[in-house]
C-alpha cells in the first residue's frame, strides 16, 4: 500500500489523504498516513536525500501548492509580538527612552515604523544576536511600538479552519522525531570525534532545519501546532523509542541514552564511588559547611573521599586542582543527576546544546518564543539544562561563537521579569545558577600564595587558565547579573541566607587572586597578561552581581538585606584572615588588586548609611578586625606609590598596566572608590595615631621622617624617598578630603567627576560619557545620557564647535570647562585620584596656570594646586577628622617644614604643597574637643614630649626647643660637642629604641621620647588592644618575621645620639618657609594681618598658600594671631642650628645648576623655534604674490646672471647646466578630475532609492571621447590627434613643492633611501620619496632649462612690426627643423622624466589613435599634458583669472620647466609643411585638388581645439619663443575661435532667425569695418554653412538650446564672450607662464575686456568704460570674408554622410563648471538604510563591506573577494578606472571615507558626525549622524587641487586588497 502510494503522484496523494483525514472516521487515513510516512521518513535514508521533504511539504498542504499553502497560514497570523530573530552582524536599534529592560532592542523596520523624535537610541550591531521586542510590553514601553503592534492588528484574526492544519498535526512529530533520530545518529563523543563530524552531520541536516525555521516564520497558528507537538509529553513517549520490532530505532534511542548519562554536574561513576558519602553530608551538614568545605578545601568530606583523593594526586596540595565534592550545597539534587526529557522541545534543546548551539536550531528554537505557552516551558527546560549547558561550554573548542548563541537565547528569556520570577518560584534558577558558576570556578582553583605561602588554605582561581583567559564564564554572569536586575528575583537571592553564604565563598575564590610579588634581583623573563582575565573577571563576577544587589537596597525597608550581606562578608573575610593565616603584618613584597571581599563590605556599608539610614557602628567589628581589614587596601595605596616610584620595574610593564586599571574608568568604582572609603571608615575609627604611623610605615619613610640632616633608610633607595614621601602625604590628602562616599550627593558627584576629567583635556561628548565612571549595571543610577549628564554638561563646560582647515587635522567638537569652573571647581586632588596617566596631572595643572594667566589672577611664576572646600561630613564618619588632629601627624609635619626650611635632600615642591594642604584641612575641619579620654601621662606616652593636646590650632604656635636625634657618626651633626646646660628643660624626640642612659637630673628634665620610632609606636598600640591589659601594654612587643628588615643590610655607620637645637613653632617655621620662598627677608611686616583682604588667597603659589594658612590660624585663634604678630616683628634672617653643612651647600648649588641649565635650554628652544620659523615662512610662504621664487624667469628686475638654484641635499647654490643639471622636486599623479566636470553648476544627487540614478554621459570626459571618437570616424587619424586634447581622464598632473635638488644628489638620496629599512608610506622602488627639506610627497624630478636670464629682455621687447611680418616670422621658424639635441646629462634627465609621465597613466588613456604608439599618438599625449596642467590650474584658481595675482599654484607651479621639457621632446616630431595648419589658419589657399578619393579629408578647421592648436604652436617652434611671436599665435587662433563660435551660435537659431540676421548683416558687409563687426562676419557664415542643405537640417532636430529666448544683439554677444573666454583664459595663462607677466584682477563682468588686454588682442586705448565688442579684438592678416568662406567650404564639402553625422562638431560648447563630489544625504541614515542591504551589480549578494565612490557614486564591495578580477579587488579597480588611480569612497558601515591613491590608501576620516561635533567610526555609538558641509568641502577641494598626498600622513599600501 505504502509503496504504492509512494509512486504516486505526491500532489494527489496529498489531496487523496486529506481528504480521507476529514471523515469522522479517519482511521483508514490515519493508517495510511502512517505507512506512507513510515517509508518516506526513514531516518536509515542518507539526510541528504530531499525526497521526503518534498513529501512533508506536500503532505502539509494538503494537495495545494506549499507557497500558497504559507500564504493562506500566514493569513491566520494572530501574533501581536514582531519576534524577528536575527544573528550577528545585523544592524538594530535601541531605545533607552521606550526600554524597560536595557536590552531591549528593534529591527529597523518596527525602529522605523515607531516614533522616536527626540529619544535617547542608537543603532548598533549586534554581537551575539538577538530579537525584536516590538509588540512585548513587558521589555519596552507601548509607546515605542510600531504602527502594526501598536494597533495590535493580530487580535482580531479569524480563527483557523479545522483542516487547514490538520495534516500539519499528523506529518510534523513524525519529521521531528527524524530529525532528532538524524542528530541522534550523528554524534559521537568528542574524545573520538572531530569538530568536523558534527559540522557533517548538520550540513547534512540543514534543509531539513531550514524547513522547520520556515514553518516557524509562518505566524501564529503554525507556532500553536509546533507548540503543541513540542511539548506534548504522550507524542513524546509513543514516538522516542521507536516500535518494538525496529532495531535501528533501537540502537538510536541507546544512543540517546549514553549521551544523556553524563549530563549532570556529577557524572555517573563519581557519583557510583561518593554514594556512601552522600547521606552523611545530607541536609544536616547544610549549606555553610558546604562553603566552608569550598574555602578551606582540606578537610575530607568523609573517609572513603579523601582516600580517593589521595589516590589521583598522591595527596598533594590543592595546587594540583583537587576537586572539592559540591554535593551537600545545592538543595535541589536535579542540579547533580542526569537529566530527563519528557517531550521533543527537551531532547531538542539537548541536542542544540551537544552540538555546541548551531546557528539554525537557535534561530528556530527562538522564532517560536513569540507564543507564550512555548515560552514557558522553553524557559523551564533550558533552566533545566544549564548545568549541562555550562559543562559543553567549558569542553567546547568555539568557546567564543557558543558563549555568544547562549547569551542570544538567554537573553530573551531572562530580561522578562515576570518569567524570570516564575522559574525562580519554580525551577530553583537561582540556586541553579550560583551552583553552576561555583562549580565552574572549581574547576580552575589553586593555592593562594598570598602571606604564608606554606600554610595557607586559602584556594584562588588560575587566571591563566582559559576559563578565565578567554572570558568563558561570561554567559552565565551575564544571565546572573540580568536575573539579578529583576527586584522580585533579587529579593529573594538576598532572603536566601544558605545562597548568600555559597555567592561570598564563590566571591572569595577572587580575594587575593593574580598575586604579585616584586622582582628584586633581575628583570622577569616572562610578562604575564593574565591581569587582564583578573580585573575582567572581578568586574563582571563580582561587582556587577554587586551593583545589581545594591540597586534594590535603596529605601529604609530594606535595610534587613543589608545587613545580612555585611554579616556574610564579615564572617567570610574572618575565614579568610585565618585560610591564609593572617595575624597583623602583610607579608613583604606582595600585591594583589583583587579584594572584591572587601569590595562588597564597603559597598553595603556606604549604601546603608547613605540610603537606608542605618548607623555605622551596628554595622561595624571589633577594633582588631577592624586593624586587618585595613590593611591590605592601604597595602594597594602603598604599591601604586611603589609603581610609580619604579620599584617594581624588574616586573615589566604589565604592573603598570594594573596600577592604571585599578583606577581606570570603567574599573575605578568598584575597585579603588570602595578602597578608600573603606580606608577611611577603619581612619575614622581606629585610634589615628596608629593610623597614621602605620600609613608612614606602609609607605617605608620612617626613617626619613629625623630632623638629622643625614639618615639611613633600610628599605628604600635614595631616588625613590622622595616619590614614596610624596605619595605617603598625597594618599593622606586625598583621605582626609575625598567625600564620595561620605556625604556627597549623586548629583554633586557626577560634577567633580565631570569637573576633573574635563580639567585634564578637553573632551568629545562620548570620550567624557566613557571617562565618567558610571556603575557597571546600566539599570543603576546614572546611565550615560540621562538628562542629567547633559544638564550638568552644559552647567560645566562650553562646546568647541570643530573648526576646519583644508590640511588642518580633523577636528571633533569638543567640551571644555567653563571659566568659573576653572575658578571654583577645579579639584587638583579628584584629578589625581582619577588619573591613569601621571602626565595628565601635568596637563590639568598647566591649563589650570593657562586660565590664571590669561584671566589675569596670577601672572608671575607657577601656581600651585589650588585648595578646596569639602562638602561636610556625613555625621557618621566624623570621627575621620581626628586624622588632622592627632600628635603623630603634627610632629611629621613639624619635621618636614623644618626639613623643607633647611633644604635637607629628598624634599620638594609637592611635599610643602602637601603639608600645607594637610595643615588647611586641619584647620577647617576642627574636632569638639572631648576632655574625658585624655589619659594621664605615662612615660611610654611619648608625644606629649612634643605637643601638649592633639588640636592642631592649638599646636600650631607651640614652640619646640630641643630635639635629640640618632644620626650615623659621620654625620655634620656630630661635630657639635656642645650639650646644652641640665638645668635648660628641653624636649627631646629621640630616633631609635634605646637611647644612652644620662644622669638623674637629666632625666627628669629631658625626657626619653621614643618619637619616631612610628614602628615601635604602633606595634604598641596594636599589642594594646590585642591583649586588653595595661601590664603588658608598655611593653614594646616586635612580632617574630618582620624585625629583620627593619635592620639596614651591610655594616653601616654606628648611630650616635645628639641633641639639636631648635626653638621654632609650627608658625614661626611658615613665617620663615615665606620669607624663604619670596627671598626676601622681611616678606611679611609686623602688622600685614590687619592689611590683608581674605579673598585673594584663593588663587596663587606656595606664599599664597602659607598666607591664607597664616590668616586661617588668626582669625581662629587669638593666641595665633600673637604669636604671628610677635614672629614678624623679630624679623630674623633665617639663622640654622648650624652653618650650612657641605651636604646642604650641595643641594644647594645643585638647584642653582639645575636652574641655569633650564635657562639655557630655554634660550636654545627660542633660537630653534624662530630658526624654524623663518624656514617655514621661506618653504611654505604660499599666498604672497610679492616674493616671486627664483624659478619664476619673469622676474622684472633684469639680472645679469644666470638663475641660481639651491640643491636642498648638499646645500649648495648655483645654476642648472649641462653636465650637473638641477631639478624640481615633483609629484607626477594621472588625473580625471577635469572628466568629472558637468555642463550645470548643480552637483549631482547621490541615488538613496530605486528611482534615482546618475548618468555619467554629461561629463567632460565623456563628451570628448565621443568627440574624437566621431572625428575618427571621417577624418584622418593624423589630423585628428592634432585637433584635440586628451587628458580629461587620466591626464597627468604635475605639482611641486617648489624646491630643487642637483639630480646626482637626488640619485643618491634614493640609493640611501633604498638602504634604509624603515620605509613607511612610499614605495622607492616605485621612485617615490619625500623631499629632504619640507617633506612633501614626491616621484620625480624635473630637469631645470639652464639659461641666461638676459634672453628675458630680447623675449620682451614691444614689437611695432606689423601683423602680416609677423604672421610669415612664424611660418618661418615653423618651417626649421628641429635639431636633435646633443647627448648630454641634461637630456638624458629629460627622456627620464618624458618616460616617468608616460609611466604615471594607464596605457589606455594615452593610445587613442588607430595605430598605438605611432608619433601622432605620443605628440598628441605630450601637448595634452600641458593642456592638463594649464586647465588644472585654472579650475584651482576658481574656473576663471578674476582673482589674478598669483595663486597658490602660481607660487609652486612648475609649468614653465614642464614646457620646456616637453617642447624639447615635441621638436623631434616636425609637421609635415602640406598639413601645416598654420598657412590654413593665415592664408586663403588655391583649391587643391590633389586629394585622393581613397584619403581621408583632414579635420576642418572649424572642428578643431584652438587651445590645443595654440600649444602645438608653442610647443613646437623653437625655444625661446618670443613674446611677439606668441602673440601673434594668439591673434591668429583667436579668429578662428570667433569664426567657430559664430558658427556654433547660427546652429541653434531656428530657421527664421537665421533668414533674419543673415540678411541683416549682410547690409553691413561694405562697411570699412566690416571685419570686425559681428553681425557681417555671423551673416556670412550663415550665407557660406547654407550653402549645403545638411549642415542647418541636422540640427533641426536637435532642439535648440535657447530656442525659447528671442536672440538680441546684447545676448549673441554675451554668448559669443562666453565661447572665446575658455581660450583666452588658457592663453594669458600660458603667457603668464612663459613670460613672467602679471596676471591683473577684475571683477568677473570684465573679465574678456581684462583678458583680450592682456593679451594685446585690444590695444590699451581701445579699454574704454563702454562695454566691448568680441569683434573688435579680431585682426585679419587677409581678406576676412576669403578666409571664412574658405574654412566654412571645408566643412560644406564633406559628403552628406559624414557631414551629417559630423555635423554635431560644430556645435560645441567649451565652458564647464567647476568638478565637484556627489551631492550627500543630509541624515546618515537615509544613506545608510539604502546601501547597507543592498545587492552587489556584479555578485548579487549583500557585500560584507559595502562602498560607495563619492565622484560617481558607484557601489562597490570592499574586500569582497567575489568581484574580485586578476588578483584585483572592486575598489581598486574602480579607483583606476573612474579616477586614474584616484579614488574616494565612503564605507557604508564604517560612515568613514577612505582614499585610494595608486598603491597606497588612507582613512580619510569621516563627513558626518553627531550632534556632538564627532565622528562615529565604525558606528559603534550608532547615535544618529549628520553631513558636515565644512569637512565635505574640505574633501572636496582635496580631490581637486590633488593634495591627498600631502595632507594626509597615514599612508599604507593595499596590495589591491581593498
Given amino acids: 500500500m505504502a509503496a504504492s502510494l509512494v509512486r504516486r503522484d505526491k500532489k494527489s496523494t496529498a489531496a487523496h489523504l486529506k481528504a480521507d483525514l476529514n471523515w469522522t472516521d479517519n482511521s483508514s487515513g490515519v493508517r495510511q498516513l502512517q505507512e506512507l510516512l513510515d517509508s518516506v521518513l526513514n531516518p536509515e535514508k542518507p539526510a541528504a536525500d530531499t525526497e521526503a521533504l518534498d513529501w512533508c511539504k506536500c503532505l502539509i498542504a494538503g494537495g495545494e501548492g506549499f507557497e500558497e499553502f504559507c500564504k493562506t497560514v500566514r493569513s491566520y497570523d494572530n501574533a501581536t509580538l514582531c519576534g524577528l530573530v536575527w544573528t550577528a552582524n545585523f544592524v538594530a536599534y535601541r531605545c533607552r527612552t521606550c526600554g524597560i529592560s536595557p536590552c531591549m532592542s528593534l529591527c529597523a523596520e518596527c525602529f522605523n515604523n515607531g516614533d522616536h523624535t527626540g529619544h535617547d537610541f542608537n543603532m548598533f550591531r549586534s ?90 516564520k509562518m505566524g501564529g497558528a503554525m507556532r500553536t501546532v509546533l507548540t503543541k507537538i513540542l511539548t506534548n509529553q504522550q507524542i513524546f513517549k509513543d514516538l522516542s523509542m521507536g516500535q518494538e520490532e525496529n532495531v535501528y530505532a533501537k540502537k538510536n534511542y541507546e544512543k540517546y541514552l549514553s549521551a544523556l548519562k553524563n549530563s549532570g554536574l556529577v557524572s555517573v561513576e563519581e557519583k557510583a564511588q561518593s554514594g556512601a558519602a552522600e547521606p552523611t553530608r545530607g541536609a544536616e551538614a547544610g549549606a555553610g559547611a558546604g562553603a566552608l568545605g569550598l574555602l578551606g578545601a582540606e578537610a575530607p568530606a568523609s573517609p572513603d573521599e579523601s582516600n580517593k583523593e589521595e589516590d589521583q594526586d598522591g595527596g598533594q596540595s590543592v595546587g594540583q586542582r583537587k576537586r572539592v565534592k559540591l554535593s551537600s550545597t545545592a538543595k535541589d539534587p536535579s542540579i547533580m543527576d542526569s537529566l530527563k526529557h519528557k517531550c521533543f522541545l527537551e531532547e531538542l ?6 552540538y555546541e548551539f548551531p546557528q539554525k536550531m537557535v534561530t528556530f528554537l527562538l522564532n517560536m518564543l513569540p507564543d507564550q505557552d512555548y515560552k514557558i516551558t522553553f524557559t523551564k527546560t533550558f533552566v533545566q539544562h544549564y548545568a549541562f549547558i555550562m559543562k559543553t561550554l567549558m569542553k567546547s573548542q568555539e568557546s567564543d561563537t557558543m558563549s555568544n548563541r547562549i547569551v542570544h537565547i538567554s537573553v530573551q528569556l531572562f530580561s522578562n521579569e515576570e518569567l524570570a520570577r516564575h522559574v525562580t518560584e519554580e525551577c530553583q ?140 562578608c564579615l564572617e567570610t573575610l574572618q575565614i579568610w584572615f585565618d585560610a591564609i593565616g593572617f595575624v597583623d603584618e602583610p607579608a613583604p613584597n ?33 577594633q582588631e578586625m577592624l586593624m586587618k581589614i585595613m590593611v591590605h587596601p592601604l597595602q594597594i595605596q602603598a604599591s601604586l606609590s611603589e609603581i610609580h616610584s619604579n620599584m617594581w620595574v624588574r616586573n615589566g610593564l604589565q604592573i603598570k598596566g594594573q596600577a592604571m586599571t585599578y583606577v581606570q574608568s570603567h574599573f575605578c568604582n568598584s575597585m579603588i572608590d570602595p578602597d578608600i572609603f573603606l580606608l577611611q571608615v577603619c581612619a575614622s575609627r581606629l585610634d589615628p595615631d596608629y593610623f597614621i604611623s602605620s600609613v608612614f610605615e606602609r609607605f617605608k619613610v620612617v626613617d626619613l621622617l629625623t630632623m638629622a640632616s643625614v639618615h639611613q633608610n633600610a628599605v628604600l633607595d635614595g631616588e625613590q624617598e622622595r616619590p614614596m614621601l610624596e605619595g605617603a602625604l598625597t594618599f593622606l590628602v586625598i583621605l582626609s578630603s575625598l567625600r564620595i562616599h561620605l556625604g556627597m550627593a549623586d548629583d554633586e558627584i557626577l560634577r567633580a567627576e565631570m569637573v576633573s576629567q574635563l580639567c585634564m583635556n578637553d573632551r568629545t561628548h562620548s570620550s567624557l560619557l566613557d571617562l565618567i565612571p558610571e556603575n557597571p549595571n546600566p539599570k543603576s543610577g546614572i546611565v550615560p545620557g540621562s538628562c542629567s549628564f547633559e544638564e550638568m554638561l552644559s552647567a560645566v563646560a562650553d562646546f568647541k564647535a570643530p573648526v576646519f582647515e583644508p590640511g588642518g587635522s580633523m577636528q571633533q567638537g569638543m567640551y571644555t570647562p567653563k571659566e568659573e569652573v576653572w575658578e571654583k571647581e577645579f579639584d587638583p586632588i579628584m584629578v589625581v585620584l582619577r588619573t591613569v596617566y601621571r602626565r595628565d596631572v601635568q596637563s590639568a595643572m598647566d591649563r589650570y596656570s593657562a586660565f590664571l594667566k590669561q584671566s589675569g589672577m596670577h601672572t608671575t611664576g607657577n601656581p600651585w594646586p589650588p585648595y578646596k572646600e569639602r562638602t561636610p561630613l556625613h555625621p557618621c564618619y566624623k570621627g575621620l577628622d581626628r586624622l588632622l588632629h592627632c600628635k603623630t601627624l603634627h610632629i611629621v609635619i613639624f619635621t618636614l617644614l623644618y626639613k623643607i626650611w633647611l633644604d635637607h635632600s629628598n624634599m620638594s615642591e609637592h611635599v610643602l604643597c602637601m603639608v600645607l594642604y594637610l595643615i588647611e584641612l586641619g584647620l577647617d575641619n576642627q574636632v569638639q574637643e572631648d576632655k574625658e579620654d585624655e589619659e594621664p601621662c605615662i612615660e611610654e606616652h611619648c608625644h606629649d614630649s612634643w605637643f601638649p593636646g592633639t588640636n592642631l590650632l592649638s599646636n600650631l604656635h607651640h614652640v619646640i626647643n630641643y630635639v635629640r636625634v640618632r644620626v650615623p657618626e659621620t654625620a655634620p651633626e656630630v661635630k657639635r ?66 624585625s629583620t628588615r627593619w635592620v639596614p643590610p651591610g655594616t653601616p655607620p654606628q648611630l650616635v645620639t645628639e641633641i639639636l637645637e631648635i ?108 630658526r624654524q620659523k623663518s624656514f617655514m615662512e621661506t618653504a611654505m610662504d604660499v599666498e604672497s604674490p610679492d616674493a616671486e621664487a627664483a624659478m619664476d624667469l619673469g622676474a622684472s628686475v633684469v639680472m645679469e646672471s644666470e638663475v641660481l638654484y639651491d640643491c636642498v641635499i648638499c646645500g649648495q647654490s648655483g645654476p642648472s647646466t649641462e653636465d650637473r643639471p638641477t631639478g624640481l622636486v615633483v609629484l607626477l599623479q594621472a588625473s580625471s578630475v577635469l572628466g568629472h566636470r558637468c555642463k550645470s553648476d548643480e552637483t549631482k544627487k547621490l541615488p538613496t532609492t530605486d528611482d534615482e540614478h546618475i548618468y555619467p554621459a554629461d561629463t567632460c570626459g565623456a563628451a570628448h571621447d565621443v568627440r574624437l571618437a566621431l572625428m575618427q570616424r571621417f577624418f584622418k587619424d593624423s589630423s585628428c590627434l592634432q585637433s584635440v586634447s586628451i587628458g580629461w581622464e587620466g591626464g597627468v598632473y604635475v605639482q611641486t613643492c617648489g624646491h630643487t635638488l642637483h639630480i646626482d644628489c637626488h640619485k643618491s638620496y634614493m640609493v ?319 603667457q603668464h607662464h612663459l613670460y613672467g607677466d602679471k596676471l591683473s584682477g577684475c571683477p568677473e563682468v570684465e573679465e574678456f575686456s581684462g583678458l583680450a588686454g592682456c593679451l594685446g588682442l585690444l590695444a590699451p586705448a581701445l579699454q574704454p568704460s563702454n562695454p566691448i565688442y568680441s569683434a573688435s579684438c579680431l585682426d585679419w592678416t587677409v581678406n576676412a570674408f576669403d578666409l571664412m568662406t574658405q574654412w566654412c567650404s571645408e566643412v560644406t564639402g564633406l559628403s552628406d554622410t559624414q557631414a551629417k553625422k559630423s555635423i554635431t562638431l560644430l556645435v560645441q560648447d567649451p565652458q564647464w563648471a567647476s568638478p565637484h563630489l556627489l551631492h550627500l544625504p543630509d541624515h546618515y541614515n537615509i544613506l545608510f538604510q539604502y546601501y547597507h542591504k543592498k545587492a552587489c551589480t556584479a555578485c548579487k549578494k549583500v557585500p560584507k563591506d559595502p562602498a560607495l565612490c563619492l565622484v560617481c557614486g558607484t557601489f562597490v564591495c570592499l574586500k569582497g573577494l567575489c568581484c574580485k578580477q586578476q588578483g584585483i579587488c572592486e575598489c581598486v579597480l574602480h579607483s583606476q578606472h573612474c579616477g586614474a588611480a584616484t579614488g574616494i569612497f565612503l564605507l557604508i558601515n564604517a560612515s568613514v571615507i577612505i582614499i585610494i591613491r595608486g598603491h597606497r590608501f588612507c582613512l580619510w576620516g569621516s563627513v558626518y558626525l553627531d550632534a556632538h561635533g564627532e565622528e562615529d567610526r565604525d558606528l559603534r555609538r550608532g547615535k544618529p549622524l549628520f553631513l558636515c558641509v565644512e569637512r565635505y568641502r574640505v574633501l572636496q577641494q582635496q580631490w581637486v587641487s590633488h593634495t591627498f598626498d600631502h595632507i594626509n600622513k597615514r599612508w599604507g599600501p593595499h596590495y589591491n586588497g581593498l
Avoid at 170 to 187: N, S, T
Avoid at 488 to 505: I, N, P, R, T, Y
Fill in 1063 to 1170: 626653638r621654632e613653632s609650627m608658625l614661626s617655621l611658615l613665617i620663615k618657609l615665606h620669607q624663604k620662598l619670596s627671598a626676601k627677608q622681611n616678606s611679611l611686616s609686623a602688622t600685614w594681618l590687619e592689611d590683608m583682604e581674605t579673598n585673594s588667597h584663593a588663587h596663587g603659589d606656595g606664599i599664597t598658600a602659607i598666607e591664607r594658612i597664616l590668616t586661617k590660624a588668626a582669625t581662629r585663634s587669638r593666641q595665633s594671631k600673637r604669636s604671628i604678630q610677635e614672629i614678624c616683628g623679630k624679623v630674623s634672617p633665617p639663622v640654622a642650628p648650624k652653618k650650612n653643612s657641605p651636604t646642604d651647600k650641595k643641594t644647594m648649588d645643585k638647584d642653582e645648576r639645575r636652574q641655569r641649565a633650564r635657562e639655557r635650554q630655554q634660550k636654545l628652544l627660542a633660537e630653534f623655534a624662530s
Fill in 429 to 568: 534558577l537561582l540556586d541553579i545558577m550560583v551552583t553552576v558558576l561555583l562549580y565552574m570556578m572549581e574547576s580552575c582553583l589553586i593555592k593562594s600564595e598570598l602571606q604564608d605561602e606554606e600554610n595557607s588554605r586559602h584556594v584562588v582561581v588560575n587566571c591563566s587558565e582559559p576559563l578565565l583567559k578567554n572570558n568563558t564564564y561570561w554567559p552565565l554572569v551575564s544571565d546572573f547579573i540580568n536575573i539579578l536586575s529583576h527586584q522580585s528575583v533579587a529579593k529573594k537571592f538576598l532572603e536566601d541566607h544558605s545562597l548568600l553564604m555559597l555567592w561570598m565563598s564563590f566571591v572569595s575564590f577572587f580575594q587575593g587572586m593574580n598575586l604579585n610579588k616584586r622582582e628584586l634581583s633581575e628583570h622577569v623573563e616572562f610578562e604575564s597578561q593574565t591581569y587582564y582575565a583578573a580585573f575582567a573577571a572581578e568586574l563582571e563576577a563580582c561587582a556587577q552581581p554587586m551593583w545589581g544587589l545594591l540597586t534594590h537596597c535603596k529605601v529604609k525597608e530594606t535595610q534587613e538585606y543589608t545587613k545580612t550581606v555585611v554579616r556574610y
Fill in 349 to 354: 534543546l539537548f541536542w542544540t546544546i551537544k
Fill in 590 to 622: 606582595q600585591v594583589t588588586f583583587h579584594l572584591p571581599l572587601h569590595r562588597y563590605y564597603a559597598m553595603f556599608l556606604s549604601k546603608a548609611v547613605k540610603c537606608q539610614g542605618l548607623d555605622l557602628d551596628s554595622l561595624l567589628p571589633h
Fill in 977 to 1042: 660637642e656642645k650639650d646644652p646646660p641640665p638645668s635648660t628643660s628641653a624636649e627631646a624626640a629621640n630616633f631609635g629604641q634605646n637611647s644612652r642612659r644620662l644622669t638623674g637630673n637629666w632625666r627628669e628634665n629631658v625626657r626619653e621620647a621614643q618619637v619616631f620610632s612610628l614602628v615601635a609606636e604602633r606595634r604598641r598600640k596594636f599589642q594594646e588592644i590585642i591583649n586588653r591589659s595595661s601590664t603588658e601594654a608598655s611593653q614594646v612587643v616586635r612580632p617574630k618575621s618582620s
Fill in 1312 to 1630: 640611501s633611501l633604498r638602504n634604509d629599512q624603515v620605509l613607511q608610506g612610499f614605495s622607492v622602488d616605485k621612485g617615490e620619496f619625500t623631499c629632504p627639506l619640507c617633506r612633501q610627497f614626491a616621484n620625480s624630478v624635473l630637469p631645470c632649462r639652464p639659461g641666461r636670464s638676459t634672453e628675458v629682455v630680447s623675449w620682451h621687447m614691444p614689437t611695432n612690426k606689423k601683423t602680416a611680418v609677423l604672421v610669415k616670422e612664424v611660418e618661418d621658424l615653423q618651417e626649421q627643423l628641429g635639431l636633435f639635441p646633443t647627448e648630454s646629462n641634461l637630456s638624458k634627465e629629460m627622456e627620464s622624466v618624458i618616460k616617468d609621465i608616460k609611466n604615471t597613466t594607464q596605457r589606455k588613456y594615452m593610445d587613442y589613435g588607430k595605430n598605438p604608439g605611432s608619433p601622432d599618438n605620443d605628440f598628441l599625449f605630450m601637448y595634452s599634458v600641458a593642456r592638463t596642467n594649464l586647465e588644472l590650474e585654472l579650475v584651482h584658481r576658481g574656473g576663471n583669472l578674476c582673482s589674478g595675482g598669483a595663486s597658490a599654484a602660481a607660487k609652486r607651479s612648475c609649468l614653465n620647466q614642464l614646457f620646456h621639457v616637453l617642447a624639447m621632446h615635441m621638436r623631434l616630431y616636425s609637421i609635415d609643411s602640406a598639413y601645416n595648419p598654420w598657412t590654413r589658419l593665415t592664408q586663403v589657399a588655391q583649391r587643391r585638388d590633389d586629394c585622393l578619393d581613397d584619403e581621408r579629408p583632414e579635420v576642418p578647421m572649424l572642428f578643431r581645439d584652438c587651445p590645443s592648436l595654440l600649444i602645438i604652436f608653442v610647443l613646437t617652434m623653437p625655444q625661446p619663443l618670443r613674446k611677439e611671436h606668441f602673440i601673434c599665435l594668439v591673434r591668429m587662433l583667436y579668429n578662428l575661435q570667433y569664426t567657430q563660435a559664430l558658427a556654433s551660435l547660427s546652429a541653434k537659431f531656428s530657421p527664421e532667425e537665421r533668414q533674419a540676421w543673415s540678411t541683416s548683416g549682410a547690409l553691413k558687409k561694405n562697411a570699412f569695418d566690416a571685419e570686425k563687426s559681428y553681425d557681417a562676419l555671423l551673416s556670412h557664415v550663415i550665407g557660406e554653412l547654407s550653402k549645403v542643405k545638411t549642415v542647418y537640417d541636422v540640427n533641426a532636430e536637435v532642439p535648440s538650446m535657447l530656442s525659447s529666448s528671442v536672440w538680441s544683439p546684447h545676448s549673441i554677444e554675451y554668448s559669443l564672450q562666453q565661447f572665446c573666454l575658455p581660450y583666452l583664459r588658457l592663453s594669458c595663462l600660458l
Fill in 127 to 216: 554581537q551575539a544576536g538577538g530579537a525584536c521586542d516590538c509588540g512585548d510590553s513587558n521589555v519596552m514601553r507601548e509607546t515605542g511600538f510600531c504602527n502594526r503592534h501598536r494597533l495590535r492588528t493580530g487580535e482580531n484574526v479569524p480563527s483557523v479552519p479545522k483542516d487547514l492544519l490538520l495534516m500539519s498535526e499528523m506529518v510534523l512529530p513524525r519529521f521531528i522525531i527524524c530529525v532528532i533520530q538524524y542528530l541522534r545518529d550523528g554524534y559521537t563523543e568528542p574524545d573520538t570525534s572531530t569538530e568536523r563530524d558534527l559540522q557533517k552531520v548538520l550540513q547534512q541536516l540543514e534543509p531539513q532545519i531550514s524547513f522547520l525555521e520556515e514553518l516557524t
